[in-house]
């Protein structure tokens, strides 16, 4: 695509594009450390793949564009990236040929969100209990959406960060209750193994709802959405759906405990992903999410002192940290 000159640059400027199960996020940088411009979210349902997405989004931008960077919520491992909640996939080989960029690089989304977590400030993060963070040690990072990411950052032992590259979303679900089991049997017998993703993500509000309304001799409306979950259980006052989103809750209370813990997280655990905002006071003051993160017995008083926050941040933080992830690579 030729490039259209932008009022005050020819020469360079970056595409940055934060691609999820549901939503692609895409801006515009006009070079390493400048503020981030013309800021979009598209469907990723209304486009074929991610090269028809990109060409969407360049043709009303009118700014040139030649080198990008963009976080996919997918392990990266080679060339061909495929993503795991949608069926888009691409050669990251070919798609830098087809734009003519100078520079792609791909990263996973939440590696990506975990390098911006630096960079955030008060204004973009909604306590969620805790003490003070301590300083220089490694952070926490989950977040339920189409799936559920995770990742951290560990000190580099140079003064700077490493993010973690990992698929903790896919760890095999540990049920607590008999309730629990319950649900956790149901999904056995629609997906097999059960990772934690299939109870706390949005798909995972859906099914569970489904399974619990079936527990109790009910049968849920046909097509829910997640959105229909959470509007049964907060503004309806729905039986089933308040259960299925305590339970979403507490799953993500006792995975975010379990990620502090193998981090040895007391720089804080920072909770992203498109659902919790929407939650609001709900999830903060009223969720079962806190007690649980904190139900670990003899390590109880270690996790209570550990801050945790919802990222509020708009646009994705997550677009920052993949301009960073391309400012380290090499030119």
Not at 92 to 111: C, E, H, K, P, Y
Not at 237 to 245: F, H, K, R, S
Not at 292 to 297: I, Q, V
Request: aromatic letters at 6%.
């Amino acid at each position: 695509m030729d490039s259209v000159k932008a009022d005050g640059d020819d020469r360079s400027g970056r595409l940055l594009a934060d691609v999820g199960g549901t939503h692609a996020r895409f801006a515009w940088q006009a070079a390493a450390g400048a503020p981030l411009q013309h800021a979009q979210v598209m469907p990723v349902a209304d486009h074929a793949g991610l090269e028809d997405a990109v060409w969407s989004y360049l043709a009303g931008l009118k700014r040139p564009v030649t080198e990008a960077a963009m976080a996919i919520a997918t392990p990266v491992l080679g060339d061909v990236v495929s993503m795991t909640n949608h069926p888009w996939s691409f050669s990251q080989q070919a798609l830098r040929q087809r734009f003519g960029w100078s520079r792609l690089l791909v990263i996973n989304d939440f590696t990506a969100l975990a390098l911006a977590l630096p960079l955030l400030g008060e204004a973009d993060l909604r306590p969620v209990g805790g003490a003070v963070a301590a300083p220089g040690a490694p952070l926490a990072l989950l977040g339920p959406g189409t799936g559920l990411g995770v990742s951290g950052l560990v000190p580099d032992g140079r003064g700077g960060w490493l993010a973690l590259a990992g698929e903790g979303g896919h760890a095999t679900w540990a049920a607590l209750t008999p309730r629990e089991l319950r649900v956790r049997e149901g999904l056995s017998q629609r997906y097999g193994h059960v990772s934690v993703e299939r109870v706390a993500s949005g798909q995972g509000l859906v099914d569970v709802h489904a399974i619990l309304c079936a527990a109790d001799g009910l049968t849920p409306a046909g097509n829910l959405q997640p959105r229909d979950v959470t509007a049964a259980a907060l503004v309806h006052g729905q039986p089933q759906a308040l259960e299925t989103l305590n339970l979403f809750a507490a799953v993500l209370g006792t995975v975010a405990g379990d990620l502090a813990l193998t981090l040895g997280a007391r720089g804080g655990v920072y909770l992203g992903g498109g659902i919790l905002p929407r939650l609001g006071d709900w999830f903060v003051l009223h969720s079962p999410f806190r007690e649980r993160f904190e139900a670990k017995g003899r390590y109880a008083g270690y996790l209570r002192d550990i801050p945790a926050w919802v990222i509020t941040a708009d646009p994705s933080p997550a677009l920052l940290g993949a301009s960073h992830a391309l400012d380290a690579e090499p030119a």
